[in-house]
């Protein structure tokens, strides 16, 4: 079985530039979550889908980053624009029966 | 608020030294529990999970956890650790049934010497 797939790995860019982020879930997995991992820190969760729909959003920073699931599979995370604080791992996990899965993240660096 | 505490940040231990690594988390109701690992370089990895039945879990590489709902615990141990086992550590708790919101601890860095 394929795991959580995450793209890209790692990004670089410049503080009020523009990222996406790409996540594929393990097929059948309904629940998707986007964490946020600061370096030294545990996961925070952004944002968490239930097939195409939010269920909690209460910590996206929504003037900058927003997330969508189309289609109830793959999502995408945008931040725009980047702040020197959003530099971290985004990781992005599913599941089905209560066990998360994660993928291996996308790290963000911005300069 | 759901949160989740971990009493250790840096834990440094020689090899086949007993581990045990706090968590304590505050909510109310019926909750999921977990420890996470994630190795140098690696993902996010499950080492075991509660979510009811006998509280003494048994994970994989010898981990095992216990849950205390009197205490709001669920501490994580291993009675003879490895080099391998260096790694960060995560506590976790799920509330709302089994697709809820997944709140991570601080995580607690562990190395081991040999």
């Known amino acids: 079985e394929a795991g959580v797939a995450q793209s890209p790995r790692y990004k670089i860019i410049e503080k009020r530039q523009s990222v996406a982020f790409w996540c594929n879930p393990i097929?059948?997995?309904?629940?998707l979550y986007w964490y946020q991992q600061i370096l030294g820190q545990g996961p925070k969760l952004l944002i968490q889908f239930q097939n195409n729909g939010v269920v909690d959003d209460s910590q996206l920073p929504k003037d900058r980053f927003s997330a969508e699931r189309l289609k109830g599979v793959d999502s995408t995370l945008k931040i725009q624009p980047a702040k020197l604080e959003d530099s971290a791992v985004y990781l992005c996990a599913s599941t089905r029966t209560g066990e998360l899965f994660f993928g291996e993240g996308s790290r963000l660096t911005v300069l | 608020a759901q949160s989740v505490s971990q009493h250790n940040h840096h834990v440094i231990l020689s090899e086949a030294a007993s581990l045990e690594l706090g968590c304590n988390y505050s909510y109310g109701g019926t909750v999921n529990l977990f420890w996470y690992v994630q190795y140098p370089g690696q993902h996010l990895q499950l080492l075991l999970k509660?979510?009811?039945?006998?509280?003494l879990v048994k994970g994989i590489k010898g981990f095992e956890a216990e849950f205390i709902k009197s205490k709001f615990s669920f501490n994580l141990r291993k009675p003879s650790v490895q080099w391998s086992d260096t790694a960060e550590y995560f506590c976790?708790?799920?509330?709302?049934?089994?697709?809820?919101?997944?709140?991570f601890g601080q995580g607690t860095t562990l190395q081991v010497k040999p």
């Open positions: 976790a708790v799920m509330s709302s049934g089994n697709t809820g919101k997944l709140i």
């Open positions: 097929s059948g997995h309904a629940t």
């Open positions: 509660y979510f009811s039945g006998d509280p």
